[in-house]
């Protein structure tokens, strides 16, 4: 599995725009982020070049426009923060993990038996 950067929640943020729609412009994400967020333009773009520095996104020049899209993909990610996760607080281990988490959390028996179709297929 190759190296993905660390992204923080704000990068995140960003991340998740230009993974429903991409390429797209900065000024694009800007105005996506508009409605949820109260971030100047200049801190977006911040952003984006992080992003840009940490080899998660790429670009394609048209003239002077630039069109972003991600180098790494959501599913990568998600792992990634997952193993760094489970790493930090459970030494790499799920299972305490999921006991503590089955324990606190409320379940529907839905999701209950979707757990046991998921635990006994790794059986």
């Known amino acids: 599995m190759r ?3 660390s992204i923080s929640e704000a990068e995140w943020e960003v991340m998740t725009i230009l993974w429903r729609k ?10 996506t982020l508009e409605d949820d967020k109260a971030w100047k ?5 911040a952003l984006i070049s ?6 998660a ?8 426009t630039y069109y972003y899209s991600p180098a790494v993909s ?3 990610c998600y792992r990634s923060e997952r193993k760094s996760f489970l790493q930090r607080f459970y030494k790499g281990s799920p299972a305490p993990m999921l006991v503590h988490f089955l324990k606190d ?15 006994d297929e790794k059986e």
Not at 41 to 45: A, F, I, L, R
Not at 50 to 55: A, G, I, M, Q
């Open 22 to 31: 991409s390429p797209i412009t900065a000024q694009e994400v800007i105005v």
């Open 57 to 64: 996104i790429s670009f394609v020049a048209e003239g002077k």
């Open 41 to 45: 333009p200049k801190t977006v773009k």
């Open 74 to 76: 959501e599913d990568e």
């Open 105 to 119: 959390e409320k379940l529907t028996k839905e999701e209950i038996h979707e757990l046991r179709r998921i635990l």
């Open 50 to 55: 992080r992003l840009l520095k940490k080899e």
């Open 3 to 5: 190296d993905i950067p």
